[in-house]
T-cell receptor, first 113, second 115 residues
Framework: KAGVTQTPRYLIKTRGQQVTLSCSPISGHRSVSWYQQTPGQGLQFLFEYFSETQRNKGNFPGRFSGRQFSNSRSEMNVSTLELGDSALYLC????????????FGNGTRLTVT | AQTVTQSQPEMSVQEAETVTLSCTYDTSENNYYLFWYKQPPSRQMILVIRQEAYKQQNATENRFSVNFQKAAKSFSLKISDSQLGDTAMYFCAFMVDRGAQKLVFGQGTRLTINP
């Protein structure tokens, strides 16, 4: 089975721009969640989607948004980029059955200049 | 709100030694799951071991085992016969058993295995 695929692996953007990150979950997994990883704040939960609906949202400003498509693929969008948005963005998928583990992708490294 | 604390930012041991990573958490929930994830330089988070809070028996996976103390809210990871490939960041994580797949992570412990 193919793992969780995140594209692109690296991105460099300028302040004020917007960016879209993509995540393809493991086949059959209907839950996709996103995390931001920075040296200062560590790993923080952004949001989770299940069957195209956002089930849970972390404490991030409205500039961070996401969506999930009918094939479970998910995208995350950040608008009006700030320097502090520079981070590794990790996507995870699971079957969402109780006790099912989260499987992570390799992440997208976003640098905002 | 749940919090997870890893009090050891860095640890270093010799190959073949045993090492224990500490983790404590705070929650008012009764049903939850605990995990240890490993993040090598490749960046991918890899599940090492998991524990259901309702199970008293400590989980084991080959060289990896946990010491789960529910009353003390403690969840330590023991790595036996450590190998060079165990070098990585290790994260302790918590998930409430209530449907939504949301992990709360600790700050991580950087583990180095020396030859």
């Amino acid at each position: 089975k193919a793992g969780v695929t995140q594209t692109p692996r690296y991105l460099i953007k300028t302040r004020g721009q917007q960016v879209t990150l993509s995540c393809s979950p493991i086949s059959g997994h209907r839950s996709v969640s996103w995390y931001q990883q920075t040296p200062g704040q560590g790993l923080q939960f952004l949001f989770e989607y299940f069957s195209e609906t956002q089930r849970n949202k972390g404490n991030f400003p409205g500039r961070f948004s996401g969506r999930q498509f009918s094939n479970s693929r998910s995208e995350m969008n950040v608008s009006t980029l700030e320097l502090g948005d520079s981070a590794l963005y990790l996507c995870a998928s699971s079957s969402a059955v109780a006790n099912s583990p989260l499987h992570f992708g390799n992440g997208t490294r976003l640098t905002v200049t | 709100a749940q919090t997870v604390t890893q009090s050891q930012p860095e640890m270093s041991v010799q190959e073949a030694e045993t090492v224990t990573l500490s983790c404590t958490y705070d929650t008012s929930e009764n049903n939850y799951y605990l995990f240890w994830y490993k993040q090598p330089p490749s960046r991918q988070m890899i599940l090492v071991i998991r524990q259901e809070a309702y199970k008293q028996q400590n989980a084991t996976e080959n060289r990896f085992s946990v010491n789960f103390q529910k009353a003390a809210k403690s969840f330590s990871l023991k790595i036996s016969d450590s190998q060079l490939g165990d070098t990585a960041m290790y994260f302790c994580a918590f998930m409430v058993d209530r449907g939504a797949q949301k992990l709360v992570f600790g700050q991580g412990t950087r583990l180095t295995i020396n030859p």
